[in-house]
């Protein structure tokens, strides 16, 4: 359908997993993108799928969590579009994410608030002159784990309620430029997701009414299209739950 045609789309943590499916998915609706992470394997194989299938796309070896990475990778995006439309703020290094109220340290936090909140809010200023003005969309991605409050996620959970906060400060602040900024909040089997439930023995089986685990291509890459297209162009400061209905009435 080509609901992307003409848009330069950035997407992080675009190697695997969410990512790379919202880039394929993009990229399959007539986007080009800027598939952009940490590891430069994982940015060819995305590239590779993209460009296979016919699709435009460039990678960009990038660590979010490092300010000077962040305005490179813009540079190259500019260099090689011009301009862009739609961010993703997807990447955040999940590997400090542990700890409860008495025994998380200070230093887990401040890692997880740097990969989430400060990078998002980096890139979003990044893309903010390009996108004024232009109809531009912001998506973010948070987590349930801060909404219901899950013990023993201290630093993630902190660091993606701030995704939350930031997201809708940011609709309030940049609505009048045209640009929407969203959240979506999901679950879905990813490497990340895998190893959460190992480390913590949790059975999500029987926990959603949709009685089985999000798919990366069919369940999630399809609402950040959404969020991406004009369909939504008057939804903004927004929580979507992809997660079939594990939240419900809690996401209020």
Not at 11 to 31: L, N
Not at 90 to 105: C, F, H, K, R
Not at 129 to 145: D, E, L, T
């Amino acid at each position: 359908m080509a609901r992307l045609k003409n848009k330069v789309a950035i997407v992080t943590g675009a190697g695997r997993g969410i990512g790379r499916a919202i880039a394929r998915c993009f990229a399959g609706e007539g986007a080009s993108v800027a598939v952009v992470s940490r590891t430069e394997k994982n940015i060819r194989t995305t590239v590779d799928e993209i460009t296979a299938a016919g699709g435009a796309a460039i990678g960009i070896p990038c660590d979010v969590t490092v300010e000077e990475q962040i305005g490179e990778a813009m540079k190259q995006v500019i260099d090689a579009y011009g301009t862009v439309d739609i961010l993703v703020n997807n990447a955040m290094d999940i590997s400090t994410n542990m700890g409860s109220v008495l025994d998380a340290s200070t230093d887990n936090i401040i890692d997880q608030v740097r990969g989430g909140p400060i990078a998002h809010m980096l890139f979003m200023r990044a893309c903010y002159p390009y996108m004024k003005g232009r109809g531009g969309r912001i998506i973010n991605f948070a987590s349930s784990v801060g909404l219901i409050g899950q013990p023993g996620y201290v630093p993630y959970a902190v660091a993606k309620e701030g995704v939350r906060a930031l997201t809708r400060i940011a609709a309030r602040e940049w609505g009048k430029d045209n640009i929407t900024v969203n959240n979506i909040c999901p679950i879905a089997i990813t490497d990340a997701f895998d190893s959460a439930i190992e480390e913590t023995g949790w059975e999500p089986g029987d926990m959603f009414p949709v009685p089985r685990m999000g798919d990366v291509d069919k369940d999630i890459a399809p609402v950040a299209l959404f969020l991406a297209s004009d369909d939504s162009a008057y939804m903004t400061g927004y929580s979507l739950m992809a997660d079939g209905g594990f939240m419900m009435d809690t996401a209020r």
